[in-house]
Antibody, heavy 120, light 110 residues
């Protein structure tokens, strides 16, 4: 059974940093792309970033480009999202999502999410 | 403002058929597959339809997807109370080199 467990969320001040993690199990981790998708309180889904199975290809939404960095450690079956220069509008539940192929393709499994709150 | 356009709400009575539309452009729906996700209250999204009209195992055949040009639709037949949820369409956008979602449609079963 595919399991994705996010951690690392919390309260951070504007301009601060946070690193999210997503521990995966139940599938061959390095064979699948992964993405982060966020949902602001009461709002819709927004794709944030994606990374291919080997880690060689990464993609970012314009809203986070230059501030967020996605990475993965295939030896630890873990996905990361380093978030710098955080803004109030980054407040959201951040979901880790497994892609259906080795590329940043559609999301066939989702974690339960971790809440990030950016506030002073 | 979402790149893909969905109606904010839809409703129906038990047993009815409802459709939810998703409008995009040539850089997303016009050239790439459409996916639909269901988000029940307080839970994570779940894949409902992939590659325009395919259902993952376990998804009832009451749910169906279609696409024409730069628009797509999700149809739910034999509406049930447990279908009350938010529904999102998504597609890869070649111009943005990223995934785009619709704003979501809140389905109410009256």
């Amino acid at each position: 059974e595919v399991q994705l467990v996010e951690s690392g969320g919390g309260l951070v001040q504007p301009g601060g940093s946070l690193r999210l993690s997503c521990a995966a199990s139940g599938f061959t981790f390095s064979s699948f792309g992964l993405s982060w998708v966020r949902q602001a309180p009461g709002k819709g889904l927004e794709w944030v970033s994606g990374i291919g199975g080997s880690g060689g290809s990464t993609y970012y939404a314009d809203s986070v480009k230059g501030r967020f960095t996605i990475s993965r450690d295939n030896s630890k079956n873990t996905l990361y999202l380093q978030m710098n220069s955080l803004r109030a509008e980054d407040t959201a539940v951040y979901y880790c999502a497994k892609c259906s192929t080795a590329m940043v393709s559609n999301f066939d499994h989702w974690g339960q999410g971790t809440l990030v709150t950016v506030s002073s | 403002q979402s790149v893909l356009t969905q109606p904010p709400s839809a409703s129906g009575t038990p047993g009815q058929r409802v459709t939810i539309s998703c409008s995009g452009s040539s850089s997303n729906i016009g050239t790439n597959y459409v996916y639909w996700y269901q988000q029940l209250p307080g839970t994570a999204p779940k894949l409902l339809i992939y590659r325009d009209n395919q259902r993952p195992s376990g998804v009832p055949d009451r749910f169906s997807g279609s696409k024409s040009g730069t628009s797509a639709s999700l149809a739910i037949s034999g509406l049930r109370s447990e279908d009350e949820a938010d529904y999102y369409c998504a597609a890869w956008d070649d111009s943005l080199s990223g995934w785009v979602f619709g704003g979501g449609t809140k389905l109410t079963v009256l």
